[in-house]
Nanobody, 121 residues
Framework: VQLQASGGGLVQAGGSLRLSCAAS????????MGWFRQAPGKEREFVAA????????YYAESVKGRFTISRDNAKNTMYLQMNSLKPEDTAVYYC???????????????WGQGTQVTVSS
């Protein structure tokens, strides 16, 4: 499984970004997908996850109402639309794939390389 995250950048507080995670080498629709983030000096934390067909979606409380996870199985791609961004959202964002539901890093066996999101105040 190869995952390629993209779409990060520098944005002012209140702004928006859309992250993408392109998968290759797998049947994408067989995998439960998730987004995690890691800020400097902090542990990697769960952001959002989506089931194989996009029916079940899960969010961390800190992003609920601001972030939207989605996937397009025909394009082997997952997305994270991030609105109303805050400085505390600053982190490296990682996409990950799992064979079953999880909301912890240890539950995901495949990881992308990460994309930096920086939110200025």
């Amino acid at each position: 499984v190869q995952l390629q995250a993209s779409g990060g950048g520098l944005v002012q507080a209140g702004g928006s970004l859309r992250l993408s995670c392109a998968a290759s080498g797998v049947t994408f629709s067989n995998y439960f997908m998730g987004w995690f983030r890691q800020a400097p000096g902090k542990e990697r934390e769960f952001v959002a996850a989506i089931s194989r067909r996009g029916i079940n979606i899960y969010y961390a409380e800190s992003v609920k109402g601001r972030f939207t996870i989605s996937r397009d199985n025909a394009k082997n791609t997952m997305y994270l639309q991030m609105n109303s961004l805050k400085p505390e959202d600053t982190a490296v964002y990682y996409c990950a794939a799992s064979s079953r539901f999880s909301n912890v890093p240890g539950g995901f066996g495949y990881w992308g390389q990460g994309t930096q999101v920086t939110v200025s105040s």
